[in-house]
């Protein structure tokens, strides 16, 4: 019997996978430019974007992070937290951390953003909407 509202864990833990992997790589595609766009001494230093930020989506965690080495710590703190989210180790946690690592990347240089970069905010999140996504397949299970 389906109930309305009911999801299968099964789908749930699939999405969680698919999408932590995908959210994993798409950092590490960013991971070769962090000092040409991310970094302060990039393209558009730090200090341009938190003047004038160029869009309405200013929310960033980078900002606070300025050389390269701490942006690279960053991402690959990201990076992690991405992989603890596939494998399904404290889900919610990371799924959380994942959310806000992935926004503060997307949103700190909104020059390389793209249709992608939103379409994956939004199913970050409307995934914390979800019910919770390691219940199945997953090291909390």
């Given at each position: 019997?389906?109930?309305?509202?009911?999801?299968?864990?099964r789908s749930l833990a699939l999405f969680r996978v698919a999408f932590g992997?995908?959210?994993?790589?798409?950092?590490?595609?960013?991971?070769?430019?962090?000092?040409?766009?991310?970094?302060?001494?990039?393209v558009i230093p730090r200090s341009l974007t938190t003047a004038f930020p160029f869009s309405r989506k200013s929310f960033s965690l980078l900002h606070a992070f300025h050389s390269t080495?701490?942006?690279?710590?960053?991402?690959?703190?990201?990076?992690?937290?991405g992989a603890l989210f596939a494998i399904g180790y404290r889900t919610r946690l990371f799924q959380v951390l994942l959310t806000l690592g992935i926004l503060s990347i997307h949103n700190a240089n909104p020059l390389v953003d793209n249709g992608g970069d939103h379409v994956m905010n939004s199913f970050l999140?409307?995934?914390?909407?979800?019910?919770?996504?390691?219940?199945?397949?997953?090291?909390?299970?």
């Amino acid at each position: 019997m389906c109930l309305w509202g009911s999801v299968d864990p099964r789908s749930l833990a699939l999405f969680r996978v698919a999408f932590g992997l995908l959210c994993c790589a798409d950092v590490a595609r960013r991971f070769p430019t962090i000092e040409l766009i991310y970094s302060s001494q990039g393209v558009i230093p730090r200090s341009l974007t938190t003047a004038f930020p160029f869009s309405r989506k200013s929310f960033s965690l980078l900002h606070a992070f300025h050389s390269t080495g701490e942006v690279q710590l960053f991402f690959a703190l990201t990076l992690v937290a991405g992989a603890l989210f596939a494998i399904g180790y404290r889900t919610r946690l990371f799924q959380v951390l994942l959310t806000l690592g992935i926004l503060s990347i997307h949103n700190a240089n909104p020059l390389v953003d793209n249709g992608g970069d939103h379409v994956m905010n939004s199913f970050l999140i409307w995934a914390l909407l979800m019910p919770n996504p390691g219940t199945c397949w997953s090291v909390d299970s």
